[in-house]
């Protein structure tokens, strides 16, 4: 079955740093890797998704994500933090061989950006 | 922007009550799901619906969960008699398809509190 791992219940950063979410997975087949993010009381918002061939894939607010199919990764970035960016992270997986066309997210990751 | 809309944003219940959430997908979408999330915490798959029937449904599941689309517009949950384990918040999401890097799109999610 598929599985993601968000090894980090936290991150913090300054504002005007670069900024890393770190994400592991575990899939049968083919991965297929989504960051989501989520403010306080609201739903979750897609922030990119993982396209078969680009390993640095562009989405929205300035985030990118890099995949890593040896290291089984997809870690969100961020060349410059904003304070505005502090949210809970999700990263999610879909597996193309055992597709019951769900979503499994990780755990999440808190990040903080201090001014 | 199209969105996933639920209602009502907060419900409060009675153990073994019958709770019905409402969700209206985005209107050209085909796969309806229902997630919750305790505490902030881990988003966990319910079940995923498409052509009037469930696709997929996790052990969380049991027989006192249904899903119905009682309309062209509407996709409920009900929760036949609430526990106190129950309260969480409840995210409706679709997709437009059944394609593997389809993302979900969330609703804002409705709050249930069971005393």
């Known amino acids: 079955a598929q599985s993601v791992a968000q090894p980090e219940d936290q991150v913090n950063v300054a504002e005007g740093n670069p900024l890393t979410v770190k994400c592991t997975y575990s899939?049968?087949?083919?991965?297929?890797l989504f960051w989501y993010v989520q403010y306080p009381n609201r739903g979750l918002q897609f922030l990119l998704k993982y396209i078969t061939g680009d390993n640095l894939v562009k989405g929205s607010y300035g985030f990118e994500a890099e995949f890593n199919k040896s290291q089984t990764s997809f870690h969100l970035k961020k060349p410059s933090a904003l304070v505005s960016d502090s949210a809970l992270y999700f990263c999610a997986v879909r597996d193309d061989v055992e597709y019951g066309n769900k979503l499994v997210f990780g755990a999440g990751t808190i990040l903080r950006v201090k001014s | 922007e199209p969105e996933v809309t639920q209602t009502p944003s907060h419900q409060v219940t009675q153990m073994g009550q019958e709770v019905i959430l409402r969700c209206v997908p985005i209107?050209?979408?085909?796969?309806f799901y229902w997630y919750r999330q305790i505490l902030g915490q881990k988003v966990e798959f319910l079940v995923s619906?498409?052509?009037?029937?469930?696709?997929?449904k996790s052990e969380i599941f049991d027989d006192q969960f249904s899903v119905e689309r009682p309309d062209g517009s509407n996709f409920t949950l009900k929760i036949r008699s609430t526990k106190l384990e129950d309260s969480a918040m409840y995210f409706c999401?679709?997709?437009?398809?059944?394609?593997?890097?389809?993302?979900?799109?969330f609703g804002n999610g409705t709050r249930l509190t069971v005393t």
């Open positions: 899939v049968s087949g083919n991965p297929y």
């Open positions: 209107s050209n979408h085909l796969y």
């Open positions: 619906f498409y052509n009037n029937e469930i696709s997929e």
């Open positions: 999401a679709s997709s437009p398809d059944r394609a593997p890097n389809s993302p979900l799109h």
